[in-house]
């Protein structure tokens, strides 16, 4: 079979997996939701002051909730053999890393970007900034998944990995946070958000040659 | 570099240049120190707390050429399979991670009576703050292991990794900062007022401090080829 | 040239300017220190299983990474 054969069975069956386990992603979204809805708590319910703090706060939710379910990414192929057969059945270390890169991304990331209008309604966040949010979190959260394959794939089989993948992951997300509230922010201001969409997806198109290189070389390490 | 390749020889070596290094670091830092806390005057505008330039300066830069360096022989140890690329990224990581820490720390100090606050979210701090953060990865995905090898592997992918997006790192950080800080903020590398001949120490001490580091570095590197040599000892002693 | 009591006084800017100077000695040395005191440590043990006349292993020419 192809290389791009085995892609796409990786592909619907861990996708399969993640539509078996939809309490666990479900799980992941309801974070995402909780996080943010802590921060009126936090910082009282003014609707001004959340409709000025939304983007930020809806952020740095949605990085919480991703960076949750990064961790599991290549454990229970590991740990029952899968990912070594996968190897030897013929499909090439960068491809499967981009994979999974992706099933991450659908199971989480879209997801999260696809409940945010809900919570930026309780947030007062103007509607005609909904777009802007949808984009920039969807734009960023591709960059994220990246992110979290090379972390997973690092701290596979680390003994003490915990806090590891976010210690490891959210230093290198800072340049997607900060973007991804500008966008938002620049809207609000009736500035354009093309730039930094723009710069994003220039992120996220550096990080997949990285990503492609670093993700094996981790995998590798923990095969050998 | 293949002539430092074999760990038997490097350590000879190390030991040879050792006592120079230490020494060179010693004097260095010692006339850097002596100069920019006695012989130059006090600045006009910043009063003595200019001085503390003296030692952030050289930290904030040592923290960026460690991490380079580091970045360097990660990919020596990867991609051309230096036999010491590894140990010398990992133990050069706590050394980079202390020059972070006092980088801020001495910021920390300087910006207390220069602005009237202990932190500022400017975008040099900013940037060195989150180096600090990546360091500390580096040094605990080192530890996460049980197989001291596999650590430093994953490392040296880490270590990698960050330094393509460092410069996205500081760009996004500093581009940020712009947009948040009044245009009236002095940087605190006080670029406004001070005179060139007041700079010459933050050279004399950058040099100092890098002695330093190589001197530190191959103490640091010098033990872990011991240790090596000392785990298979253990085995076979275990195996007899 | 300032009295030593000005130089101390670093123009009423002593609480900043010595914790700063001092803290850079201070982790420094500690590093330098700790990092000798390893090596140390590391030298003994190697020495004491060396003089029990354990051999190394005859090493396997096993491939880096």
Known sequence: MSALGLARLLLRRDLALAWRQRGQVLLAIAFFVLTASLFPFAIGPDPNLLARLAPGILWVAALFAMVLSMERTFQADFEDGSLEQMVLAGLPLPILSLTKALVHWLSSGLLVTLASPVVALTFSLPPQLYLTLLASLALGSLSLSLLGTIAAALTLGARRGALLVPLIILPLSVPVLILGVMAVQAEALALSATPHLLLMGAFFLLLLPVASFATPAALRQALD | MHFLANPGRFVRIADRVLPWVSALAVVLVAVGLYAGLVIVPADYQQGDTVRIMYVHVPAAWMAMFVYASLAAAAASGLIWRHPLGFVIAQSAAPIGAAFTFLALVTGSLWGKPMWGTWWVWDGRLTSVLILFFLYLGLMALVEAFDDPKRGQKAAAVLALVGVVILPIIKFSVDWWATLHQPASIMRLDGQTTIHASQLWPVLVMALGFTAYYIAVLLVRVKQQVLASRLRSLQLAAADA | ?65
């Not at chain 3, 030593?4 to 300017?17: E, N, Q, S, T």
Request: charged letters at 25%; aromatic letters at 10%; glycine letters at 6%.
């Open chain 3, 1 to 65: 040239m300032q009295s030593f009591d000005a130089f101390l006084a670093m123009g009423g800017y002593a609480a900043y300017v010595w914790p700063a100077i001092l803290l850079t000695l201070a982790v420094l040395l500690w590093l330098a220190w700790s990092s000798v005191a390893r090596l140390r440590r590391t030298q003994k043990s190697l020495k004491a299983l060396e003089a029990l006349g354990v051999e190394r292993r005859p090493r396997r020419r096993k491939r880096e990474g």
